[in-house]
Each structure stands twice: as C-alpha cells, then as structure tokens.
C-alpha cells in the first residue's frame, strides 16, 4: 500500500539520519579525545611580496595526524568542531601553539615573519577572545604585529556593535585582521570602512578565475582596487600558477600564497624552506618572467 510505502521510506530516512547522528557524536568524541592525544598539528603556508618575492608569513593551518587514518585535513573535522563548541578549546591550543612557533623561530633568527591565524565563527563571539589572544601573545613574547587574525565575512555581518567592538578589542592588542575568503560571503562593503580591518584575502575562487577569461579578471581586479582605495592590502590565496601571478601583479595584489610559492608545511619542512628560500635568492628566481 500508499502508506506502507512511505513508511518505510520514512524508516529508512530515520536510519540514515540516525546513522548520521551517529557518525558525528563518533567524530565529536573523537576530535575530543584527539586534542587530549595532542594529535593536532600546525602546518604553515609561505606568503610572499608579490613585487619582490621577499617572504613576510606563514598562514598557520591545523591538521589532525591521526593514527590510523594519516593526516585529516580541516574540512573533514572543523564543522563539526564548530557545531560542537569543541572548536573553542581548539582554537584556544591553535593561538597558543601559533605564537609559541613564531617565538622559536624567532630565537633561531628567522624574524619579521608574519603568522596568520584563522579564527572561526564560534570563537569571535566568545566574549573573552581578546584575552585569549592576550595570554598568548605574552606567553610567548611575540611581537603582536606579527600576528593576523583571518576573519570571515559572515562573523563580520552578524551583529553590528558587538562586532564592533569585538574588532577594536582584538586591534587595540596590537594584531592585525583580515578578512578571508573575501568576496564569498553577503557582499555589504559598508562594514570594510567601518571597522578596523587591515587585510582582504581575497578568495581562490576569484584567483582560479584569472587565467579563465575577461570576467575572472574584472572581479579580481575590483577586489584589489576597492581594497587600496580603502587603505586596506590584498592577498591572493590560491594562486597555482606564474600566468595568475603576473595578473595580479599587474593589478597591483600586494602579496600572495598558493602551491606556486609553497603548499601548507610541517614545522620542520617549513623551517628548511625559509633557509633554502632565502639561500637561494628566490625572490629573484620565482618572479614570473611576464612581470620581469
Ligand atoms: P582558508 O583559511 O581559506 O585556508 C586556505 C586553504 O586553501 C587551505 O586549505 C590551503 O591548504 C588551501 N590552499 C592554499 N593554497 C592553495 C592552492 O594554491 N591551491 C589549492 N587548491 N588550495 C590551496 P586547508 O588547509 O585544507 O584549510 C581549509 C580551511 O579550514 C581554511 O580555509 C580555514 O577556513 C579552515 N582552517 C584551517 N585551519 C584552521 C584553524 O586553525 N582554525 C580554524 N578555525 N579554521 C581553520
Ligand atoms: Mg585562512
Ligand atoms: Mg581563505
Ligand atoms: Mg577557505
């Protein structure tokens, strides 16, 4: 019958949801357990000037080495950390792990690098971020200059006067924000000016579409002139080839950071490549010819 039909369809519908309640309580206990373990790990992505190839940081990016299943990348546990709240305590060793690394590679001479740190929804509106970042940053007695904090656009449109002052809380330690992914999100730019904002990341998507054809470029290029019509610098994410490179270069992109540069690294592989980097004079070397 009609209604047998759909009842087991609506069994079957229950047992697929309960199957996905429980796969996410698993991974919830799992992540849980995994930053007990210390099973978390930062790798960092060189940025670099995109005038003169200098390096100036390192996006710090977490990744779960996992002891069976290998390295887990963000996309895999993240929302579920965030829907959990165990993204708190996560970003909380994230911040803290972050600064600690800046300050050793500081002592081992690697200095004025710039460590850029993503910050989720979930932590901005817990009420003592700024404190967190604050123990931090003296924990470790890194240069608060140093440290970026990547904001998205959809913390940022929330609510206007908690945002507000969130932002000058965050800027008055001395950090510097950006926003990431810039241009995926609700697209009211009012919020750019209004609040203390230093950088615009600008999304792969838009980078991915420079080399494809005359619309990619218009975007992209918008992007970079609002940006420096407000003060504010640009940094292109994913950029993959010299062809993007020299594209915005010629828009005049500030810096940029993508797998052309380097592709997010182990501390310890991150550390030979400042030294090879610089060795080898690469901000000669990689400048795209197109550029030159
Ligand atoms: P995101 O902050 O926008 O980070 C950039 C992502 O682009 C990284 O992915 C990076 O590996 C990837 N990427 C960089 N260059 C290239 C390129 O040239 N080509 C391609 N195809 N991809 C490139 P990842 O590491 O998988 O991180 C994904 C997202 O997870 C991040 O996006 C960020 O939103 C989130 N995430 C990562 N680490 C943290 C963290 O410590 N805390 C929080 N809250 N979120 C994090
Ligand atoms: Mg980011
Ligand atoms: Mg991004
Ligand atoms: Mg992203």
């Known amino acids: 019958s009609v209604k047998r039909r759909t009842d087991e369809r609506l069994g079957f519908f229950d047992a697929a949801m309960s199957y996905?309640?429980?796969?996410?309580?698993?991974?919830?206990?799992?992540i849980k357990d995994a930053l007990k373990a210390g099973q978390f790990e930062l790798f960092y992505q060189p940025q670099v000037n995109l005038k003169t190839y200098a390096l100036v940081g390192a996006e710090a990016l977490i990744r779960w080495r996992h002891p069976e299943l290998g390295i887990i990348s963000p996309d895999k546990f993240i929302p579920v950390a965030e829907e959990s709240g165990l993204i708190v305590p996560m970003g909380t060793w994230v911040l803290r792990t972050a600064c600690r690394q800046l300050r050793i590679w500081n002592d081992m001479g690697i200095r004025g690098l710039r460590i850029g740190i993503n910050v989720s929804g979930r932590?901005?509106?817990?009420h003592d971020l700024p404190d967190l970042v604050?123990?931090?940053?003296?924990?470790?007695?890194?240069?608060?200059?140093?440290?970026?904090?990547?904001?998205?656009?959809?913390?940022?449109m929330a609510d206007g006067e908690g945002t507000l002052k969130m932002l000058r809380a965050l800027?008055?330690?001395g950090v510097t924000l950006s926003i990431d992914d810039f241009g995926t999100g609700y697209s009211s730019l009012a919020y750019l000016k209004r609040f203390p904002i230093n950088t615009v990341k600008i999304d792969r998507a838009f980078v991915k579409d420079l080399d494809q054809d005359e619309d990619g470029r218009v975007i992209a290029n918008a992007i970079i002139s609002l940006a420096h019509s407000l003060s504010l610098k640009t940094i292109a994410e994913g950029v993959e080839t010299e062809a993007q490179a020299a594209l915005l270069a010629r828009h005049g992109c500030d810096e940029i950071q993508g797998y052309m540069i380097g592709r997010p690294l182990t501390v310890a592989d991150f550390t030979a490549f400042t030294s090879s980097y610089i060795a080898r004079g690469r901000d000669v070397d990689t400048r795209p010819r197109a550029a030159q």
């Open 20 to 30: 996905a309640v429980t796969e996410r309580l698993t991974l919830e206990r799992s």
């Open 134 to 156: 604050a123990d931090a940053i003296s924990e470790s007695g890194v240069n608060p200059t140093h440290i970026d904090l990547e904001l998205t656009e959809s913390m940022l």
């Open 171 to 173: 800027a008055k330690l």
């Open 123 to 126: 932590q901005f509106h817990e």
